[in-house]
């Protein structure tokens, strides 16, 4: 079946550090990845998408690369700030399926100053 | 810009009831969701639906039912709370690309 797997659980950083979370999935067909961030209290909240190879998607300085051949979403980050300590959740929509979003684990990043 | 609305924020019951959590979303989307999120096991789908009176399964719909009456509101059932229980429940709604909108979510305690 169609799944997300993020290895890290928790990611410590400082300030200015350079940031990766990854992020592999499984799916038949040619699914959209998503990224999306929660903060405390908060529903999670779109980041960006990508459909299709090599397409990139970023927003508010995080970006990942469709890799098809890797299949892989990887989120990066050139410098992180305090105020990106939050949980993040890689997606997928399944071409076959549109309507059901599968999520990964999510990866909480804590940010040091 | 649209919002969705959960309620009760809080939920607190006791084993063996029913209890019902409600979500309303003013976006005039099409499908919903709802999602459950335990510590460290990320979000699991109870149930979706595509348009009004429309339901489908997710991965974790035993001991749930669900109800959309309404285009802008979907309704969830626990049908039995299960003592010690205790998780968050997320609603959304998405447009025909699939982003999700959510809302902040139901907070469940089982005593």
């Known amino acids: 079946g169609d799944s997300v797997t993020q290895t890290e659980g928790q990611v410590a950083l400082s300030e200015e550090d350079f940031l990766t979370i990854h992020c592999n999935y499984s799916?038949?067909?040619?699914?959209?990845l998503f990224w999306y961030v929660q903060y405390p209290g908060e529903g999670p909240q779109f980041l960006f998408r990508?459909?299709?190879?090599?397409e990139k998607g970023s927003s508010r300085g995080f970006e990942a690369t469709y890799n098809k051949e890797a299949t892989s979403f990887h989120l990066q980050k050139a410098s992180v700030q305090e105020s990106d300590s939050a949980v993040y959740y890689c997606?997928?929509?399944?071409?076959?399926?549109?309507?059901?979003?599968?999520f990964g684990d999510g990866t909480q990043l804590v940010v040091k100053p | 810009g649209g919002i969705i609305t959960q309620t009760p924020k809080f939920l607190i019951g006791q084993e063996g009831q029913k209890l019902t959590l409600k979500c309303q979303q003013n976006?005039?989307?099409?499908?919903m969701y709802w999602y459950r999120q335990d510590s460290g096991k990320g979000l699991r789908l109870i149930y979706y639906?595509?348009?009004?009176?429309?339901?489908q399964k997710g991965d974790l719909s035993e001991g749930y039912d669900a109800s959309r009456e309404k285009k802008s509101s979907f309704s969830l059932t626990v049908t039995s709370a299960q003592k010690n229980e205790m998780a968050v429940f997320l609603c959304?709604?998405?447009?025909?690309?699939?982003?999700?909108?959510f809302g902040a979510g139901t907070r469940l305690s089982v005593l």
């Open positions: 959304a709604s998405s447009i025909q690309q699939n982003t999700l909108y």
């Open positions: 799916a038949s067909g040619y699914p959209a």
């Open positions: 990508a459909s299709r190879d090599k």
């Open positions: 997606a997928l929509s399944a071409g076959n399926n549109n309507n059901r979003i599968f």
């Open positions: 976006f005039n989307h099409d499908t």
């Open positions: 639906s595509i348009t009004e009176n429309d339901l």
